[in-house]
């Protein structure tokens, strides 16, 4: 019986022309498989690799030259508070504490991913008023997960004097909204303390599995290709 060749197996010059390809930071696409055959990988699989190399179709790639050595996440917490106005209803009418433990658990989920293993990732809760069964509840949701956390216990009357009695509406300024506004002071306190990259997020905000990771490939690209880190921001 004869033996029939393997069409997909590359012949010798095909491989020389790979390996230069490799050499000289080229990326080849074969248009009949869709696989990178300078990395033996899919169009669809991840191609990015934090801290070296971004690359985005069909833009190229860019060699990382800021990498992220530290992520510090802060997270805003203030679960006796539902809505900052008070005359709204959150969607799904769960209690706030619902919505904090969210936030905090898919924060968690979402730095999972293989690729951040090795970043040094520390958390910090600036809290405002939560009760101390809620605030068992965020330790217990970092501690399943095998995360240590700072607790910072936010105390309002230290920026009173730094905060408008009156707003741009010529209204009288709420006791929620001053507390938000301490927040977001305490907050840029202890970034002061921070390494390197740092990440504000509130208590309400959910995150998809790759969101953390690609916000980091983002700023390192955008990083990398400006070399000035003032000249944008990661929304």
């Given amino acids: 019986m004869k033996n029939i060749k393997d069409s997909n197996k590359p012949s010798f ?3 020389i022309f790979i390996k230069l390809c490799r050499k000289f930071g080229y990326e080849i696409i074969d248009q009949n498989t869709f696989e990178i055959i300078t990395t033996n990988k899919k169009l669809n699989e991840e191609l990015s690799l934090i801290g070296q190399k971004s690359i985005n179709l069909p833009l190229g790639e860019v060699k990382i030259t800021r990498k992220i050595e530290a992520l510090d996440i802060i997270i805003r917490t203030c679960t006796s508070v539902d809505m900052l106005t008070q005359n709204k209803k959150r969607l799904f009418e769960k209690e706030k504490i619902e919505y904090t433990l969210r936030t905090i658990r898919s924060i968690l989920n979402s730095l999972k991913d293989p690729q951040l293993k090795n970043l040094n990732i520390n958390f910090r809760v600036i809290d405002h008023n939560s009760s101390n069964e809620n605030l068992l509840s965020i330790k217990n949701t970092f501690e399943k997960f095998g995360k240590k956390y700072s607790l910072i216990n936010l105390d309002v009357s230290k920026f009173n004097n730094g905060i408008e009695k009156i707003n741009q509406r010529g209204k009288e300024v709420t006791d929620n909204q001053k507390s938000n506004m ?3 002071h305490q907050s840029l306190i ?16 959910l995150h998809k599995k790759e969101a953390l990771k690609e916000m980091i490939f983002t700023y390192e690209r955008l990083a990398s290709q400006t070399n ?6 990661i929304k």
Avoid: Q
């Fill in 13 to 15: 010059f095909k491989k």
């Fill in 182 to 184: 301490a927040n977001i």
């Fill in 190 to 205: 202890e970034a002061k303390k921070c390494k390197d990259l740092i990440y504000f997020v509130e208590d309400d905000y």
């Fill in 228 to 233: 000035n880190e003032n000249s944008f921001t």
